[in-house]
Structures are given as structure tokens and as C-alpha cells.
């Protein structure tokens, strides 16, 4: 889509220019205005004048070998040459002729005074009326107030047949689906007024950050070709109260003479929030009038006049449910992270726009990129072009993407962070117990790739395991794997160095979380069985959650989770101590090569 950018002047630009054209308007216009026209004569009818009287002024000039002279009555001024004539000084003195260095006109007084005062007075006084008819209109009238505050200044996209079409937007096949009933009817509503049925009024996007909400409500308006109107619910708020009311209903006037098109509101959980009883506040401020007003502006047009109103929020459970209500945003579309297949689509999109080499296997980049967003895709495979260009090739790698995807994850290689031997080897431990314990305990994903290169993130090193396909559910046995597979490198640090560090801080994190959400929201405890301890308040935005339960029984859980954890931990260290000679063979193989790939490690494992 192509967005309409109206060009914007600051006020001292206009006033610039009005002061330039009065100041060269009376600089050159009014001189040429006032000049005297000269009538040029022949010598002897200034004779002839002097004879007869006829002369006022005088003005010699030898340089000029020109005389410039007046009547009597001083109406006209004249000039003739120069002529060797010895009596016209004393003739002149006769005729009583006047003699003067400049022959100055005396101005037309009204003329002067209209140019002078009157006319700049005008100029400014016109413009200052234009001025303020602009700033009123882009205020929405005469009843709005100045300075644009009343105006929605939504994004504008015009139609565009070269804008952003579904064939853009991989991974969520699903959503599109949901869509292209909306785009049906914005080319034949006729096939839906026929039978009786209407369109949604408010169509919902939700889902995590980077989703692509944004983009499907563009390729919507892309593929029907209609108008499309984008706008942030943050710039609803005002500091004013009723400017954001205001500007909701100037989005909406403009919609409507533009129909058929869409309205994007991007992050409506900004003024969509649920509302409060008003014992405090008394329910008036900004944010819920303006949410007051677009309920009323979505009662106040049918489903049929061509307006599709599009949303888009990862924070659904805080809306007003009378925003949420049918006949308001009548439709929830979900649009969430893409699974093995989506990525792969997204990432075949997003390398169409660099150069890679032939044979590059997106598949497997899709697998080792588990859990990212489509925004996090195109991230990658840009990361990936920069490094071709950092390291002087014109095409990206399979080995570029791959370290992309390490950058976004655990952050660019520590060029200037150096390990001492002893440090080094103990983080080789550390990840060599990561991996060994994961390789030695049935159903956890195969090890890809092992390194103990510092990253800007703080990593002194980390283990990369990749799933073979979707995974969508998690037995009980499957999760304590995972922890203990957590645990493996502070056992490994028991195990070889006889010693801990402060290494294994994410470890004992994730490990910790993981063993709490098997009690509390997984019923995976004998105890409480199939109880919610805790529910998850935001699972778009990190899944936040919030115990529900007495005091007690948070004890119980805390000693339920130290149980899990430390079960797990003398698991990895039983293992370790079986696997010992392995161990040291393949802490001291990483230490010297620093980075090894999962298939090295099998091989030594295996050997």
C-alpha cells in the first residue's frame, strides 16, 4: 500500500513569504509606481520654454552632457542635450528658472498611503483569515478545537495494485483463511445482502509480538484494493480531555466518505482497556471516554456499509468486554506463532529478498529457529545477508543463516571476552554436561551444536538442541527430562571440577519454572491432582502467572518444586558418573576446537 503523506509547513513559512512579497512590493513595484515618467525634447524647445517663461526647475549635469528641467508648474520633467551655449545661465536667472541638484517629485499623497499602510494591512489580514479557516477545518469545524488537536491523523493508504497481497504474508494460514471472507465481500457485497447476512462490524487480531497482525490487516486491504486507515490507540490519548473522542470520530467521518475501506486500529488494548467502576476516578477519564465514543461510533453504522474495522492487541483479556461483545468486534482472529511449516514459508518469503547460495536447506534453518515469530525470521535471514556482506561474499550461506540464528538468540561472539584456561575448561564441562545427559535420556531433541564462544548476551557458552517436527504436547517423563537435561551442567561441574559456579544462574531459572508449572498448571503432582494453583494472566506477552491458593499450600508447592529439581539433579549427576570417561573426553575436545556441531559429538559419544 502506498501511504499519503500530506507535506506540512511550519506557520513562520507562510508568513515568510507574505512579508517577502510587501517588502519587494514596495521596494521595486512602488518606485516604478511613483517615478515621474521624463519626456525627452530637443535643445531648442527648451529654448523656446525659456523664452516663454516655462521653466521651474533646473539640473545641470556636465558629467551626464545632459540638462533635466521642469515647467513652470512642476507637472512635467524633461531632458535635452547638452549644447555649447554661453548665455542660457544668465537667460535661465531671467526666466526664473530655479536651479537644483536632484529634481524631486513630490509623491501622490493617496497613492503613498494606500501602498504604505493600507495594502500591508490587507495582505495580513487576508492571510491571517486563511490561516485560521485551515487550522479550523483541520480541527474537524468550527466546533473543534485549534492546533489539529481534534484531527485522528490516521495513516492514509491509498489503493495500490502493487501493495501487500496475501501471497506476502506466510505461516498463518489460518488467519488468512478467516479473511478472505472480508475480502469476498468488499468485491461483491451484493452476495451477502442478498440473503440477509452482514459483515462483521470489528474483526480482532490477537496473538504474541511479531505475529504479523499488521501485515494481515494490510494485505486484507491490499487484496480488496480499498482505502486503508491506520492508526496506533496511543495516539488516541490526549493530554486534553475529549481530544481523543474527538479524534475517534474524525476517523470515523473519514472512513465513512470513503467507503468501501478499512480502518486498522493497531494496539487498542491502549484505550480498549476494561473500565473501572468509577469509585475512585468517577469512570471520566480520557481513555474511557474515548472508548465510550468508539462504542458509539460502532453502534452507529451497519454492517453493510462497506467500513471493515480491523484491531489488533497481544493483550485480549484486558479489553472491555463491551468492546468484545457481538454486534462490536464480532470476530477473533488468532494469529500465533508459526509452526515448523509456517517458518519455513516465512523464511522462503523473506529470502527472496537477498541473495543466497544455491542449496541452502531453509528446512533445517526452520527447525533450528523453534518458537520465533515471523518478525524474528526476517530478522534472520537479514542478519544473515549483513554477515555475507561483513565477510566479503555477495550471497548468504547455509553457515551465515545458522549463525544468524545463534545472533538472535544468545547474541553476537565476545570478540574481547578471554577465558582463562581454567575457566574455559570448566565451561566445557558445563556444556558438555548439557549435552550428555540430553543424549543419554530417551525422547529429548538431538544435539546440534555445542560452543563456549561468549556472546554479548552473557552466555559463556550454550548447548543447541533441535526438535525433528512440531511439538505440541509434553509428557510428564518428557518435562523432567528436560530439567534434568537443565541440571546436567551444574552436575557436570560437581562431577569433574568438585566445585560450582555461577554459570548455571539461567539453568537453575528455567529448570525452577518448568518444575513449578508441572505442579500448579499442569496437575502433574500426586498431591494437589488436577488443581490450578496459578493462572496464567498475559500468554501472549511471557505468560505471566499469578498463584491462586492460601499460604499453606504455597509452602506445599515450594517443597513439591525443591523435590522435582533436586530428583532431577542427582538423576544428571548419576548419569555424568556413569558416563564419566566420556565426559572427559569430550570437555577436552571442546576445549580445544571451542565450537563443535552435533554430529562430532554423536560420533565421540558413540565411538
Known amino acids: 500500500m502506498n501511504e499519503v503523506k500530506k507535506p506540512k509547513k511550519p506557520l513562520i513559512f507562510y508568513y515568510g513569504i507574505v512579508l517577502l512579497i510587501v517588502v519587494l512590493f514596495n521596494s521595486i513595484v512602488m518606485p516604478m509606481l511613483l517615478e515621474r515618467q521624463v519626456k525627452e525634447v530637443d535643445y531648442g524647445t527648451f529654448m523656446t520654454m525659456i523664452d516663454e517663461g516655462n521653466i521651474g526647475l533646473v539640473k545641470i549635469s556636465d558629467s551626464e552632457n545632459q540638462i533635466t528641467f521642469t515647467d ?66 483541520k480541527a474537524g469545524g468550527n466546533n473543534s ?23 506476502d504474508v506466510a505461516g498463518e494460514d489460518e488467519a488468512k483463511e478467516n479473511l478472505t471472507e472480508i475480502v469476498d465481500y468488499l468485491h461483491d457485497p451484493a452476495k451477502y445482502t442478498d440473503i440477509g447476512a452482514s459483515m462483521p462490524k470489528g474483526i480482532l487480531l490477537v496473538g504474541p509480538p511479531g505475529t504479523g497482525k499488521t501485515m494481515l490487516a494490510k494485505a486484507v486491504a491490499g487484496e480488496a484494493n480499498v482505502p486503508f486507515f491506520s492508526m496506533s490507540g496511543s495516539e488516541f490519548v490526549e493530554m486534553f480531555v475529549g481530544m481523543g473522542a474527538s479524534k475517534v470520530r474524525d476517523l470515523f467521518k473519514q472512513a465513512k466518505e470513503k467507503a ?18 468509577g469509585s475512585i476516578s468517577g469512570g471520566h477519564d480520557e481513555r474511557e471516554q474515548t472508548l465510550n465514543q468508539l462504542l458509539t461510533e460502532m453502534d452507529g453504522f451497519e454492517g453493510n456499509t462497506g467500513v471493515i474495522i480491523l484491531a489488533a492487541t497481544n493483550r485480549p483479556e484486558t479489553l472491555d468486554p463491551a468492546l468484545t461483545r457481538p454486534g462490536r468486534f464480532d470476530r477473533r482472529v488468532p494469529v500465533e506463532l508459526p509452526d515448523l511449516k509456517g517458518r519455513e514459508e516465512i523464511l522462503r518469503v523473506h529470502a527472496k529478498k537477498i541473495k543466497v547460495e544455491p542449496g541452502v536447506d531453509l528446512s533445517h534453518i526452520a527447525r533450528m529457529a523453534s518458537g520465533a515469530s515471523g518478525a524474528e525470521l526476517a530478522n534472520i535471514v537479514n542478519e544473515a545477508a549483513l554477515r555475507a556482506v561483513r565477510n566479503g561474499r555477495n550471497r548468504a550461506s547455509q553457515a551465515d543463516l545458522e549463525e544468524s540464528i545463534e545472533v538472535v538468540i544468545a547474541g553476537y561472539q565476545k570478540k574481547n571476552a578471554i577465558l582463562t584456561d581454567k575457566e574455559k575448561m570448566v565451561v566445557a564441562y558445563h556444556e558438555i554436561g548439557h549435552a550428555l545427559v540430553a543424549a543419554r535420556q530417551s525422547n529429548s531433541a538431538p544435539v546440534q551444536k555445542i560452543t563456549i564462544v561468549p556472546r554479548t548476551s552473557g552466555a559463556l557458552g550454550y548447548t543447541m538442541q533441535v526438535d525433528e517436527g512440531n511439538r505440541y504436547l509434553m509428557t510428564k517423563e518428557e518435562i523432567e527430562n528436560k530439567i534434568c537435561t537443565y541440571t546436567g551442567g551444574r552436575a557436570a561441574e560437581e562431577v569433574a571440577v568438585g566445585t560450582i559456579t555461577t554459570g548455571a544462574s539461567n539453568d537453575i531459572e528455567q529448570a525452577t519454572k518448568l518444575a513449578r508449572a508441572m505442579i500448579t498448571r499442569y496437575g502433574m503432582s500426586d498431591n494437589f491432582d488436577m488443581v490450578a494453583m496459578e493462572t496464567v494472566t498475559n500468554q501472549y506477552l ?35 558418573l556413569d558416563n564419566r570417561t566420556k565426559l572427559d573426553q569430550l570437555a577436552q575436545y571442546l576445549y580445544e576446537h571451542e565450537t563443535i556441531t552435533g554430529d562430532e559429538f554423536m560420533k565421540i559419544l558413540n565411538v
Open 72 to 137: 513652470k508648474e512642476q507637472k512635467q520633467v524633461y531632458k535635452t542635450g547638452m549644447v555649447e551655449d554661453p548665455t542660457r545661465t544668465e537667460r535661465l536667472h531671467k526666466a526664473g528658472a530655479q536651479f537644483s541638484g536632484e529634481i524631486i517629485e513630490e509623491p501622490n499623497m493617496l497613492l503613498s498611503f494606500l501602498a504604505t499602510w493600507v495594502l500591508p494591512l490587507v495582505v495580513f489580514y487576508a492571510f491571517g483569515h486563511f490561516m485560521t479557516k485551515k487550522m479550523m477545518n
Open 145 to 167: 478545537m485549534m492546533f489539529n488537536m481534534g484531527k485522528s491523523n490516521a495513516k492514509v493508504y491509498v489503493k495500490s495494485s502493487n501493495g501487500i497481497k496475501f501471497s
Open 260 to 277: 468501501p475501506c478499512i480502518v486498522f486500529i493497531d494496539e487498542i488494548d491502549a484505550i480498549g482497556g476494561k473500565r473501572s467502576n
Open 542 to 576: 511471557g505468560g505471566d502467572a499469578s498463584l491462586a491458593c492460601s499460604a499453606e499450600t504455597q509452602t506445599e508447592i515450594d517443597r513439591q518444586v525443591v523435590d522435582v529439581v533436586k530428583k532431577q539433579h542427582e538423576k544428571a549427576v548419576q548419569i555424568l
